[in-house]
């Protein structure tokens, strides 16, 4: 019998998601992958795996699933309300995020709600036994191709596991939650930001924007203050000639609102890109939800090769510093009956208590 998790429930956007389906853009292939690539990292760390390794990336509700396997070890990571139930009539028993948990066969794992992120993220340890299309397990949905059936997830649906067990090893945790950063979002001019005026580049940096509600794995459309082309319509105004676009990459159309292009973005695109996010702040971006609100501040190359860095380096220090985690709920018995924790007292009858010389004391008493 193969294992797996049965989809029971399903969540509002859930897809397989790795870091991405690089090397392609010149054949029009978008990369897709994770749209927070720090949490997926953690997600596999937790549970074991290389980075790369397909997650579930869930979005604002997760799934409910079923364990159809001896047992799993998952990773979760995210600010997720997830539960964990023993059987048809048992209560849900919370579930801490940012940390493994070992799940076993006819548990249902209740994900739940992402609480101030638009994305959480799901690893098992192994992966999930699935192809890869063009060398990766990413969902681009659009077209239909990787993941689970080139979609989202559904009742019904059977994720096949490639490890039928969990491997031996205690639960891990985040020590502390990552710092993502904060303030404005960092941006690099270009690179075609002389199609803008001097006062509507002056207008993208010190504005306030607000996230809309057509923000998707593609893009997120900004609302705020119009940024001003350079052109008149008749000059060309926002058209440029199409040109490949970069992660992040800030399109600014004839209406002069912002769009910052994601995960799933077009491989070339036909207006004027004032900026572009630097890779240190895209996770932030890939939390973001609809209402929340950004500023943009330039940096130098220099600068944002440099940040970067740091943030990797950080990364790595995180996953070197995981604890082992206690299980969910309780004490773990076992572990405590491994420790001598009582040094000196003897019960030798109900009703003799003698008290045991330690190394340090010698004698008797």
Do not use: C
Not at 19 to 30: C, E, N, S, V
Not at 204 to 229: C, L, N, Q, W
Not at 316 to 328: D, E, L, S, T
Request: glycine share 14%.
């Amino acid at each position: 019998m193969s294992a797996g998790l049965k989809v029971v429930r399903a969540g509002l956007f859930d897809s397989l998601q790795d870091l991405g389906r690089t090397g392609f853009m010149a054949l029009g292939m978008p990369t897709a992958g994770a749209m927070d690539r720090i949490g997926l990292g953690l997600a596999n760390a937790l549970a074991g795996n290389p980075a790369n390794t397909a997650g579930l990336e869930i979005g604002v509700m997760g799934p409910d699933l079923l364990v159809e396997a001896d047992s799993v070890r998952i990773g979760l990571v995210g600010p997720l309300s997830a539960a964990l139930i023993d059987g048809p009539d048992a209560a849900p028993k919370p579930l801490d995020s940012d940390r493994s948990h070992l799940l076993k066969r006819g548990q249902i794992l209740r994900v739940g709600m992402i609480e101030g992120s638009s994305t959480a993220y799901l690893a098992v340890a192994g992966g999930f036994d699935l192809p890869a299309f063009m060398g990766s397990l990413s969902t681009y949905s659009r077209a239909g191709i990787g993941g689970f059936d080139g979609r989202k997830l559904a009742a019904g649906d059977l994720l096949p596991l490639a490890k039928a067990g969990a491997p031996a090893g205690d639960e891990r945790r985040l020590a502390q939650p990552f710092d993502y950063g904060s303030g404005p979002l960092r941006v690099v001019w270009g690179p075609q930001e002389d199609y803008f005026s001097d006062e509507g580049r002056r207008t993208f940096v010190e504005s306030e924007y607000r996230v809309s509600k057509e923000a998707d794995r593609m893009g997120i459309r900004f609302e705020g203050p119009t940024i001003a082309h350079a052109r008149s319509v008749d000059q060309g105004g926002a058209d440029i000639i199409s040109d490949g676009i970069a992660p992040g990459a800030i399109q600014v159309p004839g209406a002069g609102l912002p769009i910052v292009l994601m995960a799933d973005r077009q491989t070339v695109g036909g207006y004027p890109k004032i900026a572009t996010v630097a890779s240190v702040d895209l996770p932030r971006l890939g939390r973001l939800l609809p209402g929340q609100t950004v500023r943009f501040t330039a940096i130098t190359v220099e600068e944002a090769e440099a940040l970067r860095r740091d943030q990797e380096a950080r990364l790595q220090r995180a996953i070197a510093g995981f604890v082992v985690a206690r299980p969910p709920g309780g004490i773990d018995l076992a572990r405590l009956y491994e420790e001598n924790l009582i040094d000196g007292v003897v019960f030798d009858s109900p009703w003799n208590v003698t008290s045991k010389p330690s190394s340090a004391e010698g004698g008797t008493k």
